[in-house]
Each structure stands twice: as structure tokens, then as C-alpha cells.
């Protein structure tokens, strides 16, 4: 199995693992030790129950050669130890999560498998080793990530837990994976670099399918975020495709356009980390006020994630970081250094920790790692 970087202190045998001192500045010693010490666990626990989903398939060889490639290479494990930070900290079972703690790890690894196809960003190096195209070419890398995708659901289906959980979990995968979520963050991303993939000749709602099909994308009133001015503007795919569009056609201030690109956060990567947070709580069977306080710091979190991320494109170092800095620029994305420069993009990404953590205070010093980790997010340097 291939090594990683990692959280501070997962993966402690890796050699390439960065110095762990991000946290020493806010946290005394034996905090951080203590938060070390379980995030390898964590991490631990998450790789071996991820390599034995791996050992239980029938996959044509070098199909399973690529899928392990990419899964085993590491990475920081973010996604599963939200999962079962949340589950722990509703009081909920290690074992009942993780099942869904592996389902969004597989789909977090699809969405990067398929994010560095050349039809995409078109990038050469993750999680410190060559991307999957380059060595599998491009046919088995996309089929690599669609096997990804549908392991991500038997893995959930297949939880040992009620089936009323069961279906929830899946929900919540799904709605995070799909349109309204990373795929369409992913589509809107492409096309604040590329330009709209709709051409004006083409009329999409004449194809036959009715405008209003029935099929709901939006997430359920009673599941909002919790209020915030930041996070009331969530929207569903529709509507932020239809606000999309409408701030295309337009002459865009910074303002505008600063929020064209939360939106485009929030979908592409907060979606995935807000619903590692409810896949936690459903699977500890939580009251509906924590679960609603576990969204909020996920969306929080999840929205500087990717602040932080641009700013490590802008700043970061490619033996740290596993993937090559400077990309964004390459490409011309829409970033929030590009849009705001580094220090207001910083400032931004301290808010909404701050902000993620006053969300958690409910759960008193239980809080405790969530808070550590949301920390982590803004201050890691890979
Ligand atoms: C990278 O995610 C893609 C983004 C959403 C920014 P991570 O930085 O969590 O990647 P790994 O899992 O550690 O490789
Ligand atoms: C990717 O965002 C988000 C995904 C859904 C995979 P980026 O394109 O910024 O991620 P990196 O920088 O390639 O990891
Ligand atoms: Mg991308
Ligand atoms: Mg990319
Ligand atoms: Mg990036």
C-alpha cells in the first residue's frame, strides 16, 4: 500500500508525512497530542475497513488495480473522520458509521479521480504520485471513478444498522454526490473558467422532459443550515444554475461574483463535507438539533476547506501539498485569492471557523475535536 500525507498525526509511519506544528500555536501540547493520537486512529480504522471492501470484490484486475491505487494512495481521510467525529460526538457507535464513513471517502476519491482528467483541471499528480489517467490511462481512470461511485452505495446499503438509517444515509450521499451538490459545483466551476457548456442556440427544457418533473433536488426546507446570512443563500441545482446564468448575462461586480463563488464552493466541496456531518449523526440516530448544528459547522467548514485549498494553490509546496500549486492560475479559475487576495481570503476562511465552532458549542467539551479540526483546516499547509 502506497504512504500519505495526512491530518497531523493520521498516518504516523508515513515518510512523507509533513512536520506535525500547525495547531502547536493555538493548543497546548498534550491537546494536540490527544488530537493526534485519535485522528490516527481514526484514520487507521477508516483504511483497514476501506481495504476490506476492496479484498470483497470481483473486479477484472486492473480495475481493482486502479480503484486501489487511488484509495490507498491516502490523503488526509477528512471526509470519514467528520463522519465519525459526529457519530461520536451524538454518542453514536464507531461501527454503526462506518459504512458511510467509507462511502464518502470512495466518492471524495471518484470526484478527484475524474477532477484531474484532462477533460477537466487536466493535472498530473495526487496525493503525491502520478494521477490515475496517467498511469491507467484515461478509459480505466473514469471507470475507476464511476466504480467508486456505485462501491460508495452497496457499501452504505450493506451498513449493519436499521434500514430506516439505511435509506437516509443514502439520501444524504446521493443529494451531497449529485447535481445539487459536488458534480453540480463541479459543472458550475468548469464553467466560471470555461464559459457557459450551453450554447444560446440550445434550448434545454424543449428536450421532451417537463420543467417540472417531479424530481426533487432541493434539500427539504426543514433541513436549512441554521440561519446564517453566509449559508441562507444554499441553493437547489436549479436555482443556482437559473442565478448562475442570470449573473452571467450580466455585468458582474466583485460583489456578485464573490458570491457566484461561494456558490460554486459550497456545492463542489461543502456539500460532501456538510454531509459527512449529517452521515453522523443519522448513523448515532441524533436529535434533530444537533443534527441541524453538525450541517451548519459542516457547511461552515466546507466553505473555508476550499478557501483554504485555493490559498495552498496560490502559496502551498508540492512535496506538502501531493498535487503541483499553481494550477488555478494556469487555468484561469474563478479562486478567492484571485478574487480577494490572500489576506481578505484568509480572514474570510477564519470567520467561518469561528463560525463552525460557536455551531458546535451545544455539545459542550465534546466539541472539543471538532473544534481542533476545523482549526486544522485553515492552518495545514498540504
Ligand atoms: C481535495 O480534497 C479536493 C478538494 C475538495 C479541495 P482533499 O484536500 O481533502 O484531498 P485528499 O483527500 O487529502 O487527497
Ligand atoms: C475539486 O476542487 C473539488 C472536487 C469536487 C474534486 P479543486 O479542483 O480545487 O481540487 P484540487 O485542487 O484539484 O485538489
Ligand atoms: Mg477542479
Ligand atoms: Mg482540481
Ligand atoms: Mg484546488
Given amino acids: 500500500m502506497l504512504r500519505r500525507a495526512g491530518i497531523p498525526g493520521a498516518g504516523s509511519d508515513s515518510p512523507?508525512?509533513?512536520?506535525?506544528?500547525?495547531?502547536?500555536?493555538?493548543?497546548?501540547?498534550?491537546?494536540?497530542?490527544?488530537?493526534?493520537?485519535?485522528?490516527?486512529?481514526?484514520?487507521?480504522?477508516?483504511?483497514?475497513?476501506?481495504?476490506?471492501?476492496?479484498?470483497?470484490?470481483?473486479?477484472?484486475?486492473?480495475?481493482?488495480?486502479?480503484?486501489?491505487y487511488s484509495l490507498m494512495a491516502g490523503g488526509k481521510r477528512l471526509r470519514p473522520v467528520l463522519v465519525l467525529l459526529?457519530?461520536?460526538?451524538?454518542?453514536g457507535r464507531r461501527e454503526d458509521a462506518m459504512s458511510a464513513a467509507c462511502a464518502i471517502e470512495m466518492i471524495h476519491t471518484y470526484s478527484l479521480i475524474h477532477d484531474d482528467l484532462p477533460a477537466m483541471d487536466d493535472d498530473d499528480f495526487r496525493r503525491g504520485h502520478p494521477t490515475s489517467h496517467k498511469v491507467f490511462g484515461e478509459a480505466l481512470a473514469i471507470l475507476a471513478g464511476d466504480c467508486l461511485l456505485t462501491l460508495a452505495f452497496e457499501t452504505v446499503a450493506s451498513a449493519g444498522i436499521n434500514a430506516t438509517q439505511v435509506v437516509e444515509l443514502t439520501r444524504i450521499l446521493?443529494?451531497?454526490?449529485?447535481?445539487?451538490?459536488?458534480?453540480?459545483?463541479?459543472?458550475?466551476d468548469l464553467e466560471a473558467e470555461r464559459g457557459p457548456f450551453l450554447k444560446s442556440e440550445v434550448e434545454p427544457h424543449k428536450s421532451g422532459r417537463p420543467?417540472?418533473?417531479?424530481?426533487?433536488?432541493?434539500?427539504?426546507?426543514?433541513?436549512?443550515?441554521?440561519?446564517?446570512?453566509?449559508?441562507?443563500?444554499?441553493?437547489s441545482s436549479d436555482e443556482s444554475s437559473k442565478a448562475y446564468s442570470e449573473k452571467n448575462d450580466s455585468n458582474r461586480t466583485a460583489e456578485n461574483r464573490v458570491g457566484e463563488l461561494s456558490q460554486i464552493h459550497k456545492m463542489k466541496t461543502g456539500a460532501l463535507i456538510a454531509g459527512a456531518l449529517e452521515l453522523g449523526a443519522v448513523s448515532a440516530s441524533s436529535d434533530a438539533v444537533s443534527r441541524t448544528q453538525l450541517r451548519h459547522y459542516g457547511h461552515c467548514i466546507g466553505l473555508a476547506f476550499q478557501i483554504a485549498d485555493d490559498l495552498l494553490d496560490v502559496t502551498g509546496d508540492q512535496t506538502k501539498l501531493g498535487?503541483?500549486?499553481?494550477?488555478?492560475?494556469?487555468?484561469?479559475?474563478?479562486?478567492?485569492?484571485?478574487?480577494?487576495?490572500?489576506?481578505?481570503?484568509?480572514?474570510?476562511?477564519?470567520?467561518?471557523?469561528?463560525?463552525?465552532?460557536?455551531?458546535?458549542?451545544?455539545?459542550?467539551?465534546?466539541?472539543?475535536?471538532?473544534?481542533?479540526?476545523?482549526?486544522?483546516i485553515v492552518e495545514r499547509d498540504h
Fill in 211 to 235: 420543467q417540472n418533473s417531479g424530481c426533487e433536488t432541493s434539500v427539504p426546507a426543514d433541513q436549512g443550515s441554521g440561519g446564517s446570512a453566509e449559508f441562507s443563500e444554499i441553493q
Fill in 86 to 91: 459526529a457519530n461520536e460526538v451524538c454518542g
Fill in 174 to 188: 446521493a443529494s451531497a454526490a449529485g447535481g445539487a451538490g459536488m458534480v453540480g459545483g463541479q459543472v458550475l
Fill in 16 to 68: 512523507t508525512r509533513p512536520e506535525v506544528h500547525r495547531l502547536e500555536k493555538t493548543e497546548p501540547v498534550m491537546t494536540h497530542l490527544a488530537f493526534s493520537a485519535h485522528l490516527n486512529e481514526l484514520c487507521k480504522d477508516v483504511d483497514a475497513a476501506l481495504l476490506d471492501c476492496l479484498r470483497r470484490t470481483a473486479w477484472p484486475k486492473s480495475l481493482l488495480a486502479a480503484v486501489e
Fill in 323 to 376: 498535487k503541483k500549486p499553481g494550477r488555478d492560475a494556469d487555468l484561469g479559475k474563478l479562486t478567492y485569492p484571485g478574487l480577494l487576495g490572500i489576506e481578505p481570503s484568509r480572514l474570510k476562511a477564519e470567520q467561518l471557523v469561528q463560525e463552525a465552532c460557536a455551531a458546535v458549542d451545544i455539545f459542550g467539551d465534546r466539541s472539543v475535536w471538532l473544534k481542533d479540526l476545523a482549526r486544522f
